[in-house]
């Protein structure tokens, strides 16, 4: 009789081990927010929700405040990359390097506001993040209107949606992409990019995706559930998460 106990045992063993082989690999993100410009100073607000967010919905959240992780190791454990508001040269050579190969083995980016005001020297950056920061007026209520009701980060979102953030315009917008969302000019005062001026985006790029929004400037944004599906839809996107 021992020797079957001890039998079902080893079965039960190796039958729980076989089942946690199958378990799929937790999803994981590095959020990023090295800044060599301006500091926004909701970025302490923006990490935390993000980390609440990977709470829950089952993914894991890491966050630097330096480029010490982007080597090739150190990134293998991501599915995606989330620049929060980083600024100007955040990436050495071989940082730069080890990013490209993260993206071109099919993982993922996420760009947040001031990500646009990142690597301007870095050509393969700006196609990338599809753009870069050019102005912006004073913080003010704004007309946005969905583009893409179909897309994750924003299929919850009304087709006309009033909110109050920093409204970037863009320079080097690159061709080829899918822009979800757009700003009306005319409905507030600053605005440079015309009648089509986009606010949020997403596309495929060397090899892995690309979501870019230009919302998450104040504080409030971090607690504003609209907003935060948004995000999380282009988190989504960008793991490969339907």
Known sequence: MKAYRKLVLLLSFLISLSMLSMRPAEKRILVFFET???YHESIPTGVAALQ????Q???GVDTSRTSDPFTDEKLSVYDAVVFLSTTMDVLNEEEQTAF???I???KGFVGVHAATDTEYAWPWFNQLVGAYFKSHPKQQDAVLHIKNSKHLSTKHLPKTWKRWDEWYNFKNI???LNVLITLDESSYTGGENGTDHPISWYHEFDGGRAFYTGLGHTHESYSDPLFLKHLLGGIKYAM???
């Open 36 to 38: 060599k410009g301006y």
């Open 52 to 55: 609440l967010l990977g709470r």
């Open 57 to 59: 919905n089952g993914f």
């Open 100 to 102: 490209q190969k993260f």
């Open 104 to 106: 071109r083995k099919g």
């Open 174 to 176: 690159q061709p080829g």
């Open 240 to 242: 490969k998460i339907k």
